[in-house]
């Protein structure tokens, strides 16, 4: 028998219940868990013959001076002494708070509290998300891989490689057709993944016909097992514009070496407003404007985000009738200041390399002083659907509208996340931003996230809410609910305001 079929068995609806077993209906699969274990997804389990959420209930307290740490707050058996510390900066979440799952039950709590002078109801549920998946942002110029190349885990598609932006390469790891539209291989393989990377974990990423790329969340990525130091400052065009003063009267040519625009400050517009002189100096690619040159060389893990590991090899043969000269200085640079060199020509007008001169490393080191570290971000983007509206509404459908009217504020674990425009509830939000391990799943498979919906209290009733469940953030704290095991407070992110919408909730005039 396998570990997993002996932690946990499913049955359909209605099947005779297996004895000293009790069934789970906090998501699909629907375990029977026998005491003291948990179901499938490690987050219930059997504890004293009821089906317990084994994760704490998270209470952010913003006033909190905790660094980030969680701190036990009403532990398991402990009395409360009714006494709440600056209650009015309190907000539950919804990482362990349990889920709607089946769909008719409403969200598992509806917090009312005051803030600022208005009467708020915070509406608190772990959503089960089979539409969901993680963009991911990787501040390097290296090449990862061709855009749609296929970025696999453990040797199955996880997602691809997507347009490439500003000074980062960007994925698209996730989404339903992975989690629930391949072979049980790949679901498994993509659900783990994603978990990792919402819980701000390492995991190592295969693209196809490139790099093997370790990512985690708000640390810098492991390219083909070198750790990355930083991003590129811009392109090589806008390298010059930067930072031709800097080079004036210093050398008489600068190119900056880079797989998008190769930058050359003579021909520049930024070295032609400073009176440059003309060199002679041919550049090997496609010329796009004046100083500004595409194609010259293919993607790679070289200079500049390029495959070549001799920079002369860009630069064709110089013309005395354009300015070349014996003695002629030239530096050429990298868009992350790592590789530089400095060149002279000879009589024959070759480049001969020359130990680099000082006057030049304090223009290097401003490269790298204004390259950003490299970094990973990691954005959970996922669509709130039927069951986590209904948990809200009985008519889910005012919840989207009311969202998009901005009468309510949604966060995931506290955090504020980007809802995009158009049909549905689709969010966005940064993982780092999130508590410690707020993201679970369930082997169906799905991401299981916490995601919290506030607004004022009237409008909650106009929306249809199920104002009958509405508890005070005092009852929940001193009784907890169906599942609830325990109760923790953790120090909110001093950049998750809360609630950040409160100034316009005070007023009449707020948008409906």
């Not at 995991?203 to 810098?220: D, S, W």
């Not at 690619?285 to 993607?299: A, D, H, N």
């Not at 003695?327 to 007008?349: C, H, I, N, P, R």
């Amino acid at each position: 028998m396998s570990e997993l079929s002996e932690r946990f068995e499913t049955h359909e609806s209605g099947e005779k219940q297996i004895a000293e077993k009790i069934r789970c209906d906090a998501c699909p699969v629907m375990c029977y868990i026998a005491e003291g274990r948990t179901g499938a997804c490690d987050r219930y389990g059997n504890v004293g013959g009821r089906i317990v959420r084994l994760d704490p209930l998270t209470i952010l307290d913003h006033m909190a001076e905790t660094g980030g740490a969680v701190v036990p707050f009403v532990a398991e058996g402990e009395d409360w002494n009714g006494e709440l510390v600056n209650p009015g900066r309190r907000f539950v979440t919804a990482i362990g708070a349990g889920t709607t799952y089946p769909d008719y039950k409403p969200a598992p709590f509806i917090v009312s509290q005051e803030v600022e002078g208005v009467d708020l109801v915070t509406v608190v549920t772990e959503g089960i998300f089979s539409y969901c998946g993680v963009k991911v942002k990787i501040d390097t110029d290296r090449h990862l891989g061709p855009e749609t190349a296929t970025v696999r885990v453990q040797g199955e598609a996880v997602g691809h490689v997507t347009t490439g932006e500003y000074g980062s390469q960007m994925l698209s790891l996730g989404g339903v057709h992975h989690l629930t539209g391949g072979s049980k291989a790949e679901g498994r393989a993509t659900c783990d993944a994603l978990l990792n990377l919402c819980n701000r974990k390492p995991v190592e990423l295969a693209i196809e016909g490139g790099a093997t790329v370790v990512v985690e969340a708000g640390k810098p990525p492991v390219i083909d097992g070198k750790l990355e130091q930083r991003m590129r400052v811009g392109c090589g065009s806008a390298t010059i514009g930067m930072f031709a003063t800097q080079w004036r009267g210093l050398v008489d040519e600068v190119v900056v070496v880079d797989d998008h625009i190769t930058g050359v400050v003579s021909e520049h517009q930024a070295g032609k407003v400073l009176d440059w002189q003309d060199t002679g100096i041919r550049i090997v690619g496609r010329r796009s404007t004046p100083g500004r040159y595409f194609k010259v060389s293919e993607p790679g893990l070289g200079w500049g985000g390029t495959t070549i590991s001799d920079p002369l090899s860009i630069l064709g043969e110089w013309n005395a009738k354009k300015g070349a000269r014996p003695g002629l200085s030239m530096l050429m640079v990298s868009t992350t200041g790592e590789q530089f060199a400095y060149y002279e020509l000879d009589g024959d007008l070759k480049p001969i390399q020359k130990p680099f001169p000082e006057r030049l490393a304090k223009s290097v080191r401003l490269i790298e002083e204004n390259c950003e570290p490299a970094l990973c971000t990691v954005l959970f983007v996922g669509g709130a659907g039927g069951s986590l509206r209904a948990g809200v509404t009985e008519n889910p459908v005012n919840l989207t509208r009311s969202v998009h009217r901005l009468q309510t504020y949604v966060t995931v674990g506290g955090a504020p996340v980007y809802v995009w425009p158009g049909g549905g509830i689709t969010l966005m939000v940064d993982v780092t931003r999130v508590p410690d391990n707020a993201f679970g799943y369930v082997p169906t498979p799905a991401l299981v996230a916490p995601i919290e919906f506030t607004m004022r209290r009237d409008t909650y009733v106009q929306l249809g809410g199920h104002e009958k469940e509405i508890r005070s953030i005092a009852d929940i704290v001193a009784h907890g609910g169906e599942y609830l095991n325990a109760r923790h407070v953790l120090g909110a992110p001093s950049r998750n305001p809360w609630p950040p919408l409160a100034q316009l909730w005070r007023h009449e005039g707020a948008p409906r």
